[in-house]
């Protein structure tokens, strides 16, 4: 397979994994932001939490100044010179698909060009706050459609597995950030720590990433902050958990190795990563911090990406 084909694949399962968890982010703050007291003048500061969990906190302020609810939706979801926005990741996922048209199947790209138009066509001139919720269940109903058409009807190659290398080590960062959102957030004063404002918002963050029934399908008991964590970064049965993420990430570049006849550099940081996550406890993972853990899992996390393009000379 070219090099540039291969990273067409990947960067498109990138592309649309990061919309999707972007839509994800976004429900977060959302969600929190609707708590009684923030209107009523609290201090809580979740768009600004969203801001830093994305890392455009900079960019977002020099542009729309301190973040509220409207800068977030035209800053991360509407912005078209933003990189990191929806707009620009299905804008992105779609050139792409176009350079790669017949590495892919008939299914894959009408999900994504039916995405894209309804979004240039619809909720580019329509979205406001007021139909914002609707806006994300759409987002993610539509890379479920993607990723339920490569699933269901890719042959079982390189391509395949340079998409899904994109997608989990996307995923893996996203579910990172999600989490780490809870670092950046206050507590207003007088509430504190197991209070029913940290309850909600436990509750909120796994409602995020669809593990909210998970979590009471494995724990059985209340929702306590230790086991969130372990369920979002330790559990491989969570297919949203770092540990599962890089499970596949691994497993992927493993298959696209195998298929050389050798093994890259990055075959060897993918299976060191994944190592580190199957032999952590979460009693480790609070000794060191969890804001600490989850930066430094983003950092070589990113440095995986870096080395998945220069092994194969994206």
Known sequence: MLSRTAANLYWMGRYMERAENL?????????????????????????????????????????????????????????????????SCLRAARTNARAVRTAMTSEMWESLNDAWLEFRGHWLQTLKRENLAPFLEWVRNQTSLFRGAHSGTMLRDDAFSFLNAGTFIERGDSTARILDMKYHILLPPGESLGGSVDYYQWTTLLRSVSALGSYH???????????????????????????????????????????????????????????????????????????????????????????????FHF
């Not at 839509?23 to 609707?34: D, F, K, P, T």
């Not at 609810?69 to 990189?83: E, K």
């Not at 306590?224 to 979002?232: G, N």
Request: aromatic share 10%; with cysteine; proline share 4%.
């Open 217 to 311: 399908w494995v724990y059985r008991e209340p929702i306590k902050p230790w086991l969130v964590a372990e369920l979002l970064i330790l559990r491989e049965e969570m297919p949203r958990s770092l540990r599962y993420s890089l499970s596949r990430v691994n497993e992927f570049l493993g298959k696209i190795a195998e298929g050389h006849g050798q093994r890259f550099e990055c075959n060897r940081r993918a299976g060191q990563l994944y190592s580190q996550l199957c032999y952590d406890n979460i009693e480790d993972v609070f000794q060191s911090g969890l804001h600490e853990y989850l930066t430094k899992f983003i950092t070589r996390n990113n440095a995986l990406g870096v080395s998945i393009a220069q092994s």
């Open 23 to 87: 839509a994800r982010i976004l429900e977060v703050g959302y969600r929190m932001s609707q708590m009684p007291d923030l209107a009523n003048g609290g201090t809580r500061n979740e768009w600004s939490s969203f801001a830093i969990a994305t890392g455009c906190e900079e960019e977002m302020l020099a542009k729309h100044g301190e973040p509220d609810l409207d800068a977030s939706i035209a800053f991360m979801v509407l912005d078209g010179d933003n990189p990191s926005s929806i707009h």
